[in-house]
T-cell receptor
Framework: DAGVIQSPRHEVTEMGQEVTLRCKPISGHDYLFWYRQTMMRGLELLIY????????DSGMPEDRFSAKMPNASFSTLKIQPSEPRDSAVYFC????????????FGPGTRLTVL | GENVEQHPSTLSVQEGDSAVIKCTYS??????FPWYKQELGKRPQLIID?????GEKKDQRIAVTLNKTAKHFSLHITETQPEDSAVYFCAASRANAGKSTFGDGTTLTVKP
């Protein structure tokens, strides 16, 4: 398996623009997580899905952020409109087991909002 | 919800010395405790984990201990090498929660 795939790897955009990050989890993994990592706030869980259904979105910072998982092999995280403080590395991760949930992380998307 | 505290935030050791990172958790129902290593510019990757029915687990130079009564667990790295330099995250997971709560990370620097 190729592992968790994320695109794009780097994104530079201007304030106010819409940003869409994409993730393909490992086949057979029922859980998908979106994290944001910054120096100041560390690794934050934004939202996670189980069998394509959002389970906990309490980490989503505000209404500008939204996430979808239309099928088992694809998820998106959208920011609209983007702001400079959204600049961070966004990781997608997937896991198979509900109890002993080793998470496999994607390579991340480095987002810069100017 | 679960709260995980990790100490120290930074740790510097000489090559060959041992390093210990400690974490405490708040939810007594947590039963899975993974440790992730993140090298500079890379993704976090699992290096070792421990389940609540075990007190200690070892894998070559790394080991993890768990004290359920005190609700804390620790990562031990012996004979450190420069390639051990990275950020280490502990995490705790409650049975059937499906997610892990991460600590804030420890930046380990191993000086040659």
């Amino acid at each position: 398996d190729a592992g968790v795939i994320q695109s794009p790897r780097h994104e530079v955009t201007e304030m106010g623009q819409e940003v869409t990050l994409r993730c393909k989890p490992i086949s057979g993994h029922d859980y998908l997580f979106w994290y944001r990592q910054t120096m100041m706030r560390g690794l934050e869980l934004l939202i996670y899905f189980n069998n394509n259904v959002p389970i906990d979105d309490s980490g989503m910072p505000e209404d500008r952020f939204s996430a979808k998982m239309p099928n088992a092999s694809f998820s998106t995280l959208k920011i609209q409109p983007s702001e400079p403080r959204d600049s961070a590395v966004y990781f997608c991760a997937s896991s198979r087991d509900r109890v002993y949930n080793e998470q496999f992380f994607g390579p991340g998307t480095r987002l810069t909002v100017l | 919800g679960e709260n995980v505290e990790q100490h120290p935030s930074t740790l510097s050791v000489q090559e060959g010395d041992s390093a210990v990172i400690k974490c405490t958790y708040s939810d007594s129902a947590s039963n899975y405790f993974p440790w992730y290593k993140q090298e500079l510019g890379k993704r976090p990757q699992l290096i070792i984990d421990i389940r609540s029915n075990v007190g200690e687990k070892k894998d070559q130079r790394i080991a993890v201990t768990l004290n359920k009564t005190a609700k804390h667990f620790s990562l031990h790295i012996t004979e450190t090498q420069p390639e051990d330099s990275a950020v280490y995250f502990c995490a705790a997971s409650r049975a059937n929660a499906g997610k892990s709560t991460f600590g804030d990370g420890t930046t380990l620097t191993v000086k040659p």
